[in-house]
């Protein structure tokens, strides 16, 4: 499906040149994605920054009148960045203070059943700080997985230093990429995910790839 047939572009093109509305429905937005709600964090980035490409290029897409404000994209990935990053560390504050009590509540086992975040406390455990900006890429875990670093009792500064060199890798990028070259970035936007992912993916291998051979050697070591 094309960016311009998605219903949040189509709503938020609607506000194209208030960009006062646009930045403030970003930032509600980014709040409801981080709880879990079905509003894709992607595609609202991705439909900002083709408004911020509409604005930059009005010969492409007239404006309704002179001097009509536009989105602006380094405000919009401003915008977007801190929006994201405060919405994670909220999620991480509140697992760090009422998480546990609230995994109890009927409301929150009906958004994340027992099962899942057990395997996501689980995974946490495992791979410590690195979780903190794994969680960041990974669509449909965020939410259950910033709540467990704070129930984890990660320190703050660590979650917020990995969360927030993950957001500035993903959030604002994308927003430059579209507002710079437009839609057809999209195909590539995809690759860079790619690329991303994987090497997210080779740098996980690695690690748990040394933490065996420490584990082995360390029994090893014991034997002797």
Not at 71 to 97: E, K, P, Q
Request: net charge positive; aromatic share 14%; hydrophobic share 50%.
């Amino acid at each position: 499906m094309s960016i311009f047939q998605e219903p949040i572009f189509q709503w938020l093109s609607q506000y194209a040149y208030q960009p006062e509305l646009v930045y403030f429905a970003l930032i509600g937005m980014m709040f409801l994605s981080s709880v879990g709600l079905p509003l894709p964090e992607e595609v609202t980035l991705v439909s900002i920054g083709v408004l911020a490409f509409m604005g930059a290029n009005p010969q492409h897409f007239p404006p309704p009148y002179a001097g009509a404000p536009v989105v602006n994209m380094h405000t919009a990935a401003l915008v977007a960045s801190l929006s994201v990053f405060l919405s994670d560390f909220l999620i991480y504050t509140i697992g760090l203070r009422w998480g546990r009590r609230l995994l109890e509540s009927r409301l929150m086992r009906k958004v994340i059943s027992p099962e899942m975040m057990g395997r996501v406390e689980t995974w946490t455990k495992k791979y410590g700080a690195y979780a903190c900006g794994i969680f960041r890429f990974t669509p449909g875990i965020r939410f259950p997985g910033h709540l467990a670093c704070g129930m984890m009792h990660f320190p703050a500064w660590k979650f917020a230093l990995i969360d927030g060199i993950a957001v500035l890798i993903s959030v604002p990028t994308q927003i430059y990429l579209l507002a710079i070259y437009g839609d057809p970035i999209i195909r590539r936007l995809h690759q860079f995910k790619i690329v991303l992912f994987s090497i997210i993916g080779i740098l996980l291998v690695g690690f748990i790839a040394k933490k065996v051979k420490t584990y082995f050697l360390k029994e090893e070591s014991q034997s002797h």
